[in-house]
């Protein structure tokens, strides 16, 4: 049986299968879904098989497919793309795991002179404290130190 001819049958017996009610039985999935990808393969197959005889090829060369050449193109970039797009969420996933979130209680004193840096930089108290902790250095006996600067 030919592609486009089983395409033909296929299409047929998941049109029967959704009309009837509750008969999914071994096919599974979405009805419309499996429907929709069939009538699909069978105006691709109908495509190829138009393009054959108006070529009067025996054979389907995809090089002689202008048309086909230019989908799998297109899926070949949106396919790099979603890989890209992909490896940018993992990267973000990756970082989020390393970042820390802490709910900080600080005595008042210590508390008013943050908010008062933070005041004159411009800024909110926890944009000072996030700057504090990224100029915190540990010496190799432990002892954490900050070098002075200025909030930004």
Known sequence: MSQVAEAVVRVQETREQAASPGGWGELGG?????????VARLEEWQRVAALLESEDHATYEPSQDQQGTLWAGER??????????????????????????????LAADVSRRIRAVAARAGLGPE?????LAEHARANDLGMVTVEPFLPR
């Open 76 to 105: 070949e970039q949106r396919r790099r793309e979603a890989l890209t797009r992909q490896e940018g969420w993992l990267a973000q996933q990756r970082d989020a795991e390393d970042e820390l979130r802490v709910d900080l209680w």
């Open 127 to 131: 944009k000072v404290l996030a700057q």
């Open 30 to 38: 979405d009805p419309a879904e499996l429907a929709r990808v069939w």
